[in-house]
């Protein structure tokens, strides 16, 4: 016997549900729920002692909740539909059951006592839930899901999705809101009488969920450093002969810097038979010049490969799935134009490979590192005001540390522990892909803003496992944005891709339930931020105007001390990082880092908000940041670069 | 001194790791847990049982008579005990305005497990209640004291003595039967000073010891001097690749924490003084400048000097002993720490401020501990390494040693301690207020006014007496009551007091006028509490037969 069969974990509940035919589906939850809700309405009047009205809204909302899952998981089983209109249908009909409840309950306003549930009153919820279920179950089937048609042996599911789209379909879900509007006006109405408790109560719901990322958030940026062991993971002296070879894909989009980027690479330490480098450079007018420098590589070394795709749209991911078909190397590799990989990087990696068979992706750390920003020079034309906003924008650097401690936490901590909790969001580039696992995962995804992140996601769902890997003399060192506006440009298009790959939905085919809330979690960034960002404004006009009880007001508090604590954790963190680097920061720069942590959480919230918009309006292109090539004035230890660029 | 200091104990930081790896169903996790389970019985069977023995022992102790002995000679303990009594019936902080006297941490601990246990509804009186509070508070201080003493690197035997020695002392069978915040205190204190020495290291034990240490400064404020020592054991058990993190996060932490006392006085507008309401400032004024100083240790008649008399009478030896265990402890790099807690105490009793009465509390665990800890310093550990042999004679010395002051300990401590313990677990000092108590809820109806201590206030008030009975100091000091005594001393109609000295007299004269004025319907414990009726103006000495008044 198979000594593995023994230890094989059970099979979960759900996968031994053979084949129910939907009939028996639709009885058995039907069943079920209205069984639930009408015990629950009995149980919650004779225990709670509360009025007839509240019991049932209290037990339509209890009933929602211990029967979550039962319509994904069982009767609709492997039926796709839309979320959203699935939850309208559920509303749309309690709401009818809620007339229906009213209605009937109207003429016995004089019930006996509180407490006492009639026989009438049992009866009535009877009908109500089975009035709900019922019309539940109809509605989903025929708008939701899609009525199935008998017979229909191979595109069951298609069809379904089509009669879910057909014209008259549409017109009937636009009318699932109508049975809400009742609801919905004596609803408003009431909040509107308690705008004020409406207001607390919904600032103290957000306050809490805010609490708990914000801790989540806390706890997750310590990771590297949470034991004493974990800190120093990466062994330089363990090496391993160089075995693998490398295709490292550059793209490169209006790159003047791009000749000092592959001189790096081909005076790297490891092997040059080893090493292919495919350029990706557009064939047209704008990327002449790029184009050449790259061209007279080329001519000069032989593992240098030129791919000059044609097509009016230009993307990163676009140009990445280009070079794919061109890659002959194990291991395929980004290296963005502007960044300079480190000496020992392919070395490392390789011996990654060579230790870690399993491992299908490697990411190394890529860091920003001009935490000071250049001398403000003031523009030669404009007014007194121009030159202020010019200042604000280019010539402050305020956020530039903060956006340096970012990246540092980022790749030393929170991808390390998105790795071992196996659901990671790669980084843009210094990472490495095993040809086949690519293969396997049908490469980049070329709509997608964030490939980077689109493809992390799919490879956790794929369940391959990634090694993340930090080190100073490793890491890829990069340069801030110019300037404060290009930082919210790149944020946008963060944020947009991470929402696009949230609603693409691929983390919902995560194996663990923990992985699927990470997942969220994480891909609902965005969302967080901008709350985070106007957090303490509201919570300060809150605690004000308003005058909550004492213990809403603390609770308002609670998210703002926890993030208040992640700045204390960044400093600790930027002493780390002014170690590792050998960087002189002196009690100013810390001090700054402290400041601008509310003024840098409201410049995330503005990009948060854009992206919001932007998303709405739909415009999906890029807004590619440029570089200068900063970083290599800041950077100490860098003789050995000056000698390429 | 560095990170060897502490005794390092590895435990696999891998192994959190590899459940996430390998899948996370319920099965695997289960049998993850089994195996964890089984393996953390295996290392520490021993230890298991040596304080489940210590904890029956110190249980019995503390738990048999605990409302008997020590009778209501303080109430602070009815104090705290009806502001836990307001906090859970209520939901108010306090039974009267509230005014920053402490952090209303340490009574929110006693309503929680009241309102949880139905304390105040099972107790014969609401002080037993919250005294039974500080029975669990009690057990897991002995608790954490023996996982503090093993992961100081005391041996079992030690540890379980230091356990014994803090839970056995006639004055901490005192002390710690008594509903006083600084017990709270101490057991969180305790908790942070575990987290403080964790062998791992990690950043979230010193989040947690900052937690800890400002639940212990939530309980009680005055225990934020020992914050050095507390720092001193982290550093001590640091580790270099992660020191940084650790020590912000725990400075966090407790700041951020001890702050929302601050952001409450913040948020009611009473941070400042100012005319009408009490202030956070105000209060901590006349805490550290306006109230009258006990004088310092050195003072002969000072009230320190008589406190430091009182405990020394109760118990001598657990105290003298620390102390002077103390002194050499400073030198042992795993001790000092701990030697310091206990040195700062003694310290501040030199300076001239105010002594509470508890004061000593804070001090039992570390005087323990200094105890034990110089005893398992003493005493030789079994050789592993030959080529080290250490002096025969030495080692015979220090064999003796521990032996002497072993068998010295022992006879003294059963010669002196065993009456005492003797008389903790039968004395029922408290009956008399209990039965002045009872007699009055059974014998004066509903629709008088009653002046009362604060040990009766809250049995008054769960048995549902109207009007509201005061606490007699708010008689005077608070002027939401007086406002409500249009007549004064002749809107009250019962007093049930004990004696009183003249100088609390002095600042209470409508309490004095009012006990001028009174005839004692019954007393009780030979005239320890006695319940007085109220004779008004007009009305003659013989009550009985006037009805009207």
Known sequence: MNPNQALAPPQPFRTRLPGTPRPLRFVASGGISVFVRVMTMVVLVQLLDIGNRTAYEYSVVSTTFLLWGLDRNFTWRRQDGSRVWSAVARLSTEAVGWLVFVGLTRSDVSTPAVGRISMHE?????????????THLVVCTWLVFGAAQKNSAQSRTARRKAAANTTLARILRGCLVL????????????????????????????????????????????????????????????RAPARHSFSLIVPAREEPVLGRTLAQVLTGDYPQDLVQLVVVVSDDDVDRETREVAQSFADRYSNVKIVTPGGAIRSKPISLEDARKNCDGDLIGIVDAESLISRGLLSHVNTLAVNHPKTGIFQGGVQLMNFRGEKWRRPASGGPLHALADWFNTGTSWWRARNCMEYYIWFMSRLRYQAVARFIPLGGNTVFVRREVLDQLGGWDVSCLTEDCDLGVRASVAGIETTVFYHPDLTTQEETPESLGKLVVQRTRWMMGFIQVFQKGDWRRLPGLRQRV??????????????????????VLLTFLLRGSVGLVIIFWLPLMVMVMMTVTEQAAFREFADAYRLKVGPLDSARLIVSAPVYQLVLSVAAIRAAARLLQGKLEWEKTTHAGAHHVVMLGSSELEGVS | MTTATLPVVDTGTGADLDGIRHGRRLGNVAAGARTRVTAWLLVHWQSIILLTVILVVCGLVHGINRDGWPGRVNDDEGTYTAQAYAMEYWGQIAHYTYWYDHPFGGWLLIAIYTTFTNAFERAPTAVTAARECMFVVHLFSCALLYLLARRLGLRRVFAGVSVLLFSLAPLAVWYQRMVFLDNIAVMWMLAALVCAASPRRSVGSAIWTGVFMAFSFWSKETILVLLPAVYLLLRQNRDPRNWRFVRR???????????????????????????????????IKWQLFDRQA?????????????????????????????????????FFGRLRAVAILLLIQVGFMFRNGYMPYAYVTAMLPFAALCVAGMLDVTLPRPLVDRAHRVPIARTALRLVAVGTVATTGLLALSGDWAPKLGTALTADDSKPSRDAARWYIENIPNGHTVVTDDNIWTDLELAGKKPEPIWFYKLDLDPAVRGKMKNGWQDVDYIILGQLTPTILNDLPLVAEGLRHSVVVKSFGNGQIAIRKVIKQGCPADINATPGC
């Open chain 1, 122 to 134: 049992v009866l009535v919820d009877l009908v109500s839930a089975v009035v709900v279920t019922f």
């Open chain 1, 179 to 238: 049975p809400m509007l009742p609801l919905l006006v004596v609803t408003t109405h009431a909040a509107y009488l308690n705008r004020d408790d409406v207001a607390l109560g919904m600032w103290t719901a957000v306050s809490l969920v805010m609490l708990v990322v914000a801790g989540l958030t806390l706890v997750r940026a310590q990771y590297s450093w949470q034991f004493p062991e974990r800190v120093d993971h990466v062994d330089l002296d363990d």
């Open chain 1, 518 to 539: 990470l997942a969220a979690e994480l891909l609902l960034m965005p969302f967080f931020q901008a709350v985070a960002g106007l957090a303490l404004p509201t919570s």
């Open chain 2, 249 to 283: 996060s725990f400075l966090g932490f407790l700041t951020g924490i001890c702050g929302i006392y601050l952001l409450y006085a913040v948020t009611k507008n009473e941070l400042f003084e100012g005319s009408g309401h009490v202030s956070l400032i105000g209060a």
């Open chain 2, 294 to 330: 006990s004088g310092s240790l050195l003072q002969a008649g000072s009230s320190t000097r008589s406190m430091a008399n009182l405990w020394l009478q109760i118990d001598p030896y657990l105290l003298g002993s620390g102390v002077v265990a103390a002194l050499p402890a400073l």
